[in-house]
């Protein structure tokens, strides 16, 4: 290897990135490593055209740690990607970090980068994380927001639902299944730090206002996707107004909620409408704690996600891919068969 890097002018480390097909080398110093070593014997032209070939890129999914059950789905099914990787695939991790905490995620898209060659997130718009998508951009590491969006140009894209348009369907089918012209409505959301649950939210204040003024929404709880706060924040709202007729959870942990309904006996008199279709979040439906779940299928959004960041560089420009998610509302009798949810 001595040999071939002096030949080549370039350092061994160098020649160790290039031989191991590890990303960071450019494709002319990698084409002059590759004729030197090709010229001294180091490899056969067999090996010279193997390493010459573009690897499968390396992808990380960054998602938040917590007990919401819909994340954990999406990272039950990358693992079994992972593990089911074949030989021209790409090599995926699915990392949990701390949630709603921008400077963890910050950090843990500058670490990743140096491995990854694209990485997927779920973004908190922050003036922290939009610092490190840039860096790792300019750095060359693909960047596509799934779930939640962070509008910046060096991003390939976002994949998921049109937030705004979710937070008025649940507003429509809480009035509507009502049927009533006064009234309290309640929002549950995550953190208003995830782009998905603020827009989820001024979505479903708009629509009320515009269509049924009448409709009183009784202020929105932060219960950071935990079924503990969810409950918790439930069981004051149902104390404190009576005349409740609606809860949209905006996130996710919409066990806590339905554990609240079910334990006052409220379940078949206040609406419930939430986000993901998971295994509890059928239950509830069947059961008829819950009224409907909105849903992205999660195996759309990991495919599309990984398509665009395998995608050749001439067929994207960055900021050019939209969402193209359709979005999925279940009931108790339109529930797919099936596992998986």
């Known amino acids: 290897m001595t040999d071939v890097a002096a030949a080549a002018g370039v350092s061994m480390a160098t020649v160790d990135r290039v031989l191991n097909r590890r990303k960071g080398v450019k494709q002319r110093t990698t084409q002059r490593v590759l004729k030197a070593a090709l010229e001294l014997g180091f490899l056969t032209v067999e090996e010279s055209e193997l390493i010459a070939t573009p690897r499968p890129p390396n992808i990380v999914f960054l998602l938040p740690a917590g007990a919401n059950p819909y994340l954990r789905l999406l990272g039950e099914k990358l693992r079994v990607r992972a593990a089911a990787k074949g030989r021209d695939a790409p090599s995926i991790r699915c990392i949990f970090i701390e949630s709603f905490n921008a400077r963890a995620l910050a950090a843990a898209l500058r670490h990743h980068a140096a491995w990854a060659d694209g990485i997927a997130f779920m973004a908190i718009d922050h003036p922290e994380v939009r610092e490190a998508v840039e860096a790792v951009t300019l750095a060359g590491t693909r960047v596509v927001t799934i779930v939640s969006d962070l ?7 976002y994949v998921g639902l049109d937030n705004h348009s979710a937070g008025r369907t649940a507003a429509m089918l809480l009035a509507r299944f009502s049927k009533r012209t006064s009234g309290s409505l309640a929002l549950v959301a995550g953190s208003r730090n995830y782009r998905t649950h603020s827009e989820r939210e001024a979505g479903f204040l708009a629509l009320l206002e515009e269509m049924y003024p009448d409709l009183r929404v009784v202020g929105v709880r932060e219960g950071h996707d935990d079924a503990g706060e969810n409950y918790r924040h439930a069981i004051s709202l ?23 309904l079910v334990e006052r006996n409220r379940a078949s008199d206040v609406l419930f409408i939430g986000h993901g279709l998971t295994s509890d979040t059928r239950k509830f439906l069947i059961d008829g704690t819950m009224d409907a779940v909105i849903n992205s299928n999660p195996d759309t959004i990991l495919s599309t996600a990984i398509s665009l960041l395998c995608a050749p560089p001439e067929q994207l420009r960055s900021g050019q891919a939209g969402s193209g998610l359709g979005m999925d509302i279940f009931f108790r009798e339109n529930l797919p068969s099936g596992v998986g949810f």
């Open 151 to 157: 509008p910046h140009p060096a991003r390939m894209g």
């Open 238 to 260: 149902l104390e404190q107004h009576p005349d409740l007729i609606g809860i949209y959870n905006v996130g996710g942990s919409s066990n806590g909620i339905a554990r609240a």
